[in-house]
């Protein structure tokens, strides 16, 4: 669950920088943003282009199915319901779609377990965690995302300091 929270707020955070960077005159171009989230995960966890082209086509749908749920979830609003039944019922909804979006996470695990060993998804979603979190700080401070994951880039030196 501290997965999926997890997971949803670098989403949303993902979502209101690239409005910051619109309302900067800088567009936000989703396919560069995949070709550098796919390399940046190729690399990190050593996948061969076998892996990768078997790996990617199913990553990308399960991106769609939860960008969908992401869309309700965005629909729900800020906004806190008039009455009890109102918060009760947008509670409700939001547990409905956490549940939801585990739900194809765990689908989306199974299948990526079968063209993909144990061992590599867990540094694929290791990677994914790792790239959202540097693609966020590199939005505040342009140019310091660099080459992710080269030898000698300071990401590369900051994870090899945390694994000693």
């Avoid at 955070?13 to 396919?31: E, H, I, M, R, S």
């Avoid at 990553?59 to 939860?66: A, F, G, T, V």
């Amino acid at each position: 669950m501290k997965k999926t929270a997890a997971l949803l707020l670098m989403l949303m955070l993902t979502v209101a920088l690239c409005a910051q960077q619109q309302a900067q005159g800088q567009k936000f171009d989703p396919a560069k943003f995949d070709a550098e989230q796919q390399q940046f995960i190729t690399k990190r966890a050593n996948l061969t282009e076998q892996e990768a082209a078997r790996f990617f086509p199913l990553y990308r749908e399960m991106q769609k199915k939860q960008r969908a749920i992401y869309e309700r979830q965005r629909k729900l609003g800020f906004k806190k319901p008039a009455d009890e039944k109102g918060c009760e019922q947008a509670i409700r909804e939001r547990d409905q779609i956490d549940l939801e979006l585990k739900q194809i996470q765990q689908t989306y695990h199974n299948k990526f377990m079968k063209v993909l060993s144990a061992s590599k998804l867990y540094d694929v979603l290791q990677a994914e965690d790792h790239f959202f979190r540097f693609k966020l700080r590199s939005w505040g401070n342009p140019g310091a995302m660099g080459n992710p994951g080269v030898p000698g880039n300071n990401m590369h030196r900051n994870q090899n300091q945390r694994r000693r």
